[in-house]
Nanobody
Framework: QVRLVESGGGLVQAGGSLRLSCAAS????????MAWFRQAPGKEREFVAA????????NYADSGKGRFTISRDNAKNTVYLQMNSLKPEDTAVYSC???????????WGQGTQVTVSS
C-alpha cells in the first residue's frame, strides 16, 4: 500500500498564496503519476493538476492555469501544489492521488482544507 498525507492547507485571504504538500510512503513507485484534486461542499470532485513520473510533464485544469504550479521531489517522495492569487472559489478540500496514470489512480490522501476569504 501507498500512504499519502497532505499538508499545508489553511485560511488565506483572496490574493494570497499557499503551498500544499503531499508526502508518500510505503510501496511507492517512481513510475507513478501524481495528481491533485479538490472538492467543495455540495460539488463534485474536480481535477486540479497532475505531473508525470519522469519527464515532469504537467497538466492543469483551466481553473488553476497561470496561478497554480505542481512539482515533485522524488528523493522525498513528495508532490507540491503552489497556489498563488487565490480566489474564494478555490475553497475546497484538496487531495492528492497517485497511480500509473490518471485513469488508474490507486491511492488517495485524506485531503487538506483550503479556505479563501473575500
Amino acid at each position: 500500500q501507498v500512504r499519502l498525507v497532505e499538508s499545508g492547507g489553511g485560511l488565506v485571504q483572496a490574493g494570497g498564496s499557499l503551498r500544499l504538500s503531499c508526502a508518500a510512503s510505503g510501496r511507492t513507485s517512481s513510475r507513478y503519476v501524481m495528481a491533485w484534486f479538490r472538492q467543495a461542499p455540495g460539488k463534485e470532485r474536480e481535477f486540479v493538476a497532475a505531473i508525470g513520473s519522469n519527464d515532469g510533464d504537467t497538466n492543469y485544469a483551466d481553473s488553476g492555469k497561470g496561478r497554480f504550479t505542481i512539482s515533485r521531489d522524488n528523493a522525498k517522495n513528495t508532490v507540491y501544489l503552489q497556489m498563488n492569487s487565490l480566489k474564494p472559489e478555490d475553497t475546497a478540500v484538496y487531495s492528492c492521488a497517485t497511480g500509473y496514470g490518471l485513469a488508474t489512480l490507486r491511492y488517495w490522501g485524506q485531503g487538506t482544507q483550503v479556505t479563501v476569504s473575500s
